[in-house]
């Protein structure tokens, strides 16, 4: 079968080949997936370069989310042959055939296709986790959504926007702001880089955000502690910005809000029983047709390149999908 290799880390994805290697064999514990859709995340890229938190030893199969048809599975997992699924496992998800531990699969939202559910997995739940799950989010408050273009960011506005938030989206890119508008629909979109808590202040009739949703970090962040109401949350996703940022911490005592930091994955792993209930209240909104990732562009894996590409130079307004097989 063919999967999208990392024979050796590079920072130019000269390490990256599709190569044809044995299909995996199942087991114990664990499920067979013939994948239909997987989809691209910044961890993937990040992975090529050995700049993520998680290093797996190389070579490895690339791809954290995939959607399929199982194929194989132990009766006592819950599921069986033909069965359609999406998840993941931090490996593994850019080839033709996949095999996961069966925790790390959950049943397709109804009436869900393949790519949608590919593009789901990893960003609503981070979304979910940190807006809801520790953000605390109730109708009407005030979100500040970070990075809107990418498949995180657009999700914390669908997600929030579904469940009554009023949304404002911030993005770098002036040209993508058209993009985001018609695809997040939230109150407004800021392009400002560098000082937007006028804006912001402004939008909200001087309340502030009660949650600052941030994967970028950087300059970002340090505005964003500007931007925050009194008792709000700054939940902390990453810095894709590339700068880790430092806060002083009388800013947070003074103004009285909570920094919080998300690490989703982490978070189920800890609270299995929480991760479940985080990935059932999804799919209801999925099949209620409430919430619906954004896809950019749907590619044969033999043009990952282009996916990968595109993400490295911020190009993207949504989630990359790859098709195996195709």
């Not at 002083?248 to 792993?269: C, D, H, M, Q, V």
């Amino acid at each position: 079968m063919q999967a999208l290799r990392v024979e050796h880390l590079s920072d130019d994805l000269s390490g990256v080949a599709l190569a044809d290697v044995a299909e995996p064999e199942r087991g114990a514990g664990e499920v067979k997936v013939r994948v239909a859709a997987a989809s691209l995340n910044f961890p993937d890229l990040l992975m090529t370069q050995g700049g993520y938190q998680f290093k797996p030893e190389v070579p490895f199969t690339s791809g954290l989310e995939f959607a399929g048809e199982v194929l194989e599975a132990d009766p006592a997992s819950g599921f069986a042959p033909g069965h359609k699924v999406m998840g993941g496992n931090k490996t593994g998800a850019f080839a033709e055939i996949a095999c996961v531990p069966a925790g790390k699969l959950s049943a397709m939202p109804a009436g869900m296709d393949f790519a949608a559910a590919a593009a789901m997995g990893a960003a609503y739940s981070t979304a979910f986790t940190g807006l809801v799950e520790l953000g605390g989010l109730e109708e009407g408050q005030w979100v500040l959504v970070h990075g809107a273009s990418g498949g995180v960011g657009l999700a914390a506005c669908d997600l929030a926007r579904a469940l009554g938030a009023r949304v404002i989206a911030t993005t770098g890119s002036p040209a993508k702001a058209e993009r985001i508008a018609a695809l997040a629909r939230p109150e407004a979109v800021i392009t400002s880089e560098g000082r937007f808590r006028e804006e912001v202040a402004q939008l909200t009739g001087g309340a502030l955000a009660d949650i600052v949703f941030d994967p970028v970090g950087g300059d970002v962040f340090d505005e964003s502690t500007r931007c925050v109401a009194f008792g709000g949350k700054l939940v902390v996703v990453g810095f894709t910005s590339g700068r880790i940022a430092e806060v002083s911490t009388n800013i947070p005592l003074i103004k009285g809000f909570s920094i919080i930091g998300l690490r989703a994955g982490e978070y189920a792993r800890r609270f299995p029983e929480r991760g479940a209930a985080i990935t059932r209240a999804i799919a209801r909104l999925a099949e209620a047709g409430a919430i619906s990732p954004a896809i950019d562009r749907t590619l044969p894996l033999s043009r990952w390149r282009e996916g990968l590409e595109a993400m490295a130079r911020r190009e993207l307004v949504g989630k990359v999908v790859f098709v195996p097989g195709a």
